[in-house]
């Protein structure tokens, strides 16, 4: 009896929707391998070189200063300016006031010059005389308009302090050679220390006459 014939086993055909899956997984695989290949050829994984000023930034902040120092010298430059704008004092500003008013041209270290004239006259009697003073006075300042603002504003309570400042004075006081020149002090520290409380600045520098008239 003939042997039976074994019936040959088909393989069955791979599904089409594999090939497309195992297709697009490569093509993912190529586009990200390229990707990162171009990133790292074009050095966007490598740390940037800083700047010179970010270097110097990076330096102040490695020593905990506030501000960078390039060899120390920036650190004793700084010191040398704060020392000299310590110095400078009448020629900058008084603590807790404005600026002083330069003058316009830049070849001049001067300031620059206010006046304003008080409009009312001050009439007082002298100490222990039947005499009166009369004086109308302008005062200077190099310092900017709230000078003048804060004389009007407080234009009353500084008539007050003239005034006391004047009627302090007897005959004899006025035959001293410095008369004049001790009361404008007088009154120039009086107008100040009255600005000074309501103000906190003065900013009146001198006190001249206009008018002086003792009858």
């Known amino acids: 009896m003939a042997d039976a014939e074994t019936p040959e ?4 055909p791979k ?18 391998g390229t990707m990162v290949g171009t990133l790292f050829i074009t050095g966007f994984f490598s740390k940037p070189v ?13 020593d905990g200063q506030g501000e960078p120092k ?27 006031g404005p600026p002083k008013l330069n003058k316009k041209s830049p070849d001049s270290p001067r300031f ?9 006259e001050f009439l007082v009697n002298l100490m222990g005389s039947r005499k009166v003073m009369s004086v109308q006075i302008a005062v200077m300042t190099r310092y900017d ?4 603002e804060n004389i009007k504003k407080h234009e009353f309570a500084l008539r007050s302090v003239v005034m006391d400042a004047m009627r302090m004075n007897t005959e004899a ?19 100040n220390t009255l600005l ?6 003065g900013g009146i520098e001198e006190i001249y006459f206009t008018s002086f008239i003792v009858q």
């Open 70 to 96: 390039a060899d120390g010298q920036a650190a004793g430059a700084h010191g040398e300016k704060k020392a000299e704008g310590d110095k400078k004092g009448e020629a900058g500003k008084d603590a807790g």
């Open 145 to 148: 308009d709230r000078v003048v």
């Open 15 to 32: 599904s089409p929707i594999v090939k497309i899956i195992l297709v697009a997984v490569a093509l993912v695989v190529l586009v990200a």
């Open 173 to 191: 006081d006025l035959a001293k050679p410095d008369f004049r020149k001790e009361l404008a002090i007088k009154i120039r520290d009086s107008m």
């Open 196 to 201: 000074e409380k309501y103000e906190d600045f």
């Open 9 to 12: 086993v088909q393989e069955k």
């Open 112 to 120: 620059e010059y206010s006046y304003s004239q008080l409009e009312r």
């Open 50 to 62: 800083p700047t010179a000023d970010q270097a110097i930034e990076e330096g102040a902040t490695e």
